[in-house]
């Protein structure tokens, strides 16, 4: 009796688990509808952003506050950097 029911606890298990993980397949299909939604995002909304913090950078650069200017240009690295990580 014992063997019975640990073979069918064992066979729900593994039901259990093959079921809940979605397949490798369909993460990297997802995987790539994400980066497209996030490029597509980027390019109607992302690089006006940088640019405009690569300006503000630049004005801060002439006005003499190198330490600001260094914080937006680091902040525009990291962007960048995290956009890289997605591809």
């Given amino acids: 009796m014992y063997k019975i029911?640990?073979?069918e606890n064992h066979d729900?298990?593994?039901t259990l688990k093959k079921y809940s993980t979605p397949p490798k397949e369909n993460k990297s299909k997802l995987k790539n509808v994400f980066i497209i939604i996030c490029f597509i995002a980027i390019m109607l909304f992302g690089w006006g952003y940088i640019v405009d913090f690569i300006e503000i950078a630049?004005?801060?650069?002439?006005m003499g506050f190198i330490l600001i200017a260094f914080l937006?240009?680091?902040a525009v690295i990291s962007i960048l950097s995290f956009i890289l990580k997605l591809f």
């Fill in 72 to 74: 937006t240009l680091s």
């Fill in 5 to 7: 029911n640990h073979i």
């Fill in 58 to 62: 630049w004005s801060y650069i002439s």
């Fill in 12 to 14: 729900v298990k593994e």
